[in-house]
């Protein structure tokens, strides 16, 4: 049903108007990117154990690269909303809408050259983003380019979890994270300061091409793309589900492990060697046992023990969005219901 919202109907003034339909483009009275659109470039990392400036719920976006933990914290995001990372083996970009509560990590290489990002905007629901190298426009959370020089590219996307810092240091205790040297923790972004804090967001309105009310705009959803699938699963009903969820979509068999009262929550493949494997959660979730082998997973989808140790199952693209921001993007999205979960082989 189409309902009313005058926000939504609010016209685009032309002289904030973008390239993309509804989009506004962002400025400083100078006419220059605002302040907080310069992306972290090179941050300076420092042990967990020197972590005297973070605070055990602090929020992060923790990846993994070459076998090393990173977080990513959001006060230090906020300042920013894009890193652009160099490790050894590929460049990374993270992103933050840490009002949309979106996030999302992507290999920073196009066609094989290295591209730079920051925001340039709003568009749909969230940010939209700039390359320093040819121009284009890119949606923050699928790593697509919407328009320019590089429109239809895609860059692939990268496990990227959102945690406090102190369940991020549980899971990874040798876990890296910049010093927050020169960062604020007031000003731009300061009321979004952690996961749990959902504010309002009227600039998602204003920009939306979609607005979908099966759930609450505000609602916190994991999203999931299967094979050009797109699937939403909001967190309330992974937390009634339980830690570990089985679920068939399209022809692929998928697992999900999450955590109750928390973030954390990412879809992987649960193909191995051609093998559709049955989860169940152990110690309280915080490990996974297939039923096929007997093999024990921990939360990244790796194979710690068992026949299948070494082994990790396949990212599948996904990450935290509020409702509104994911259902803009993909408006023929399903919705998990719990009632038709347990898609067992």
Same mark, same amino acid.
Request: aromatic share 8%.
């Given at each position: ?81 894009? %890193?652009?990372?160099? &490790?050894?083996?590929? #460049? ?15 290999? %920073? ?7 730079? &990002? ?73 009321? &979004? ?87 169940? #959660? ?46 803009? %993007?993909? #408006? ?14």
């Amino acid at each position: 049903m189409k309902k009313k919202n005058a926000l939504r109907d609010r016209p685009i003034p032309p002289e904030k108007a973008g390239p993309l339909p509804r989009m506004v483009v962002q400025r400083g009275e100078d006419g220059k990117p605002h302040c907080h659109h310069a992306p972290l470039d090179a941050p300076n990392w420092l042990p967990a154990g020197q972590d005297t400036h973070m605070r055990p719920d602090d929020a992060v976006l923790g990846f993994i690269e070459d076998g090393q933990a990173y977080a990513l914290p959001w006060w230090v995001m906020k300042n920013h909303h894009v %890193a652009n990372l160099s &490790f050894e083996t590929r #460049p990374i970009m993270v992103v933050l809408c840490e009002a949309c509560a979106g996030a999302s990590a992507f290999d %920073a290489r196009v066609e094989g050259v290295r591209h730079t &990002f920051r925001v340039e905007g709003k568009y749909n629901g969230t940010h939209i983003l700039k390359d320093g190298e040819s121009g284009s426009l890119w949606t923050p959370f699928d790593g697509k380019a919407a328009h320019g020089p590089r429109t239809g590219a895609q860059m692939t996307q990268l496990p990227l979890h959102q945690c406090t810092w102190d369940e991020w240091k549980r899971l990874n205790p040798q876990t890296l994270v910049p010093d927050g040297v020169g960062e604020s923790r007031d000003g731009h972004g300061a009321c &979004f300061p952690n996961p749990g804090t959902i504010g309002p967001m009227p600039f998602a309105v204003v920009t939306a091409l979609h607005l979908d009310y099966r759930l609450p705009h505000q609602s916190l959803v994991l999203g999931v793309m299967v094979d050009g699938i797109p699937m939403a699963y909001p967190l309330r009903r992974l937390k009634a589900h339980g830690p570990v969820l089985n679920e068939r979509v399209g022809q692929r068999g998928i697992v999900i492990f999450s955590k109750a009262g928390s973030w954390l929550a990412m879809a992987y493949d649960r193909t191995v060697d051609g093998k559709v494997l049955n989860f169940s #959660p152990k110690d309280g979730g915080t490990h996974a046992t297939d039923q096929e082998t007997g093999s024990q997973w921990d939360y990244h989808g790796r194979a710690r023990s068992g026949p299948l140790q070494g082994r990790s199952l396949s990212f599948l693209p996904c990450g935290i969005e509020k409702w509104v921001g994911w259902a803009t %993007a993909h #408006p023929d999205t399903g919705i998990f219901s719990p009632n038709q979960a347990g898609a067992s082989d």
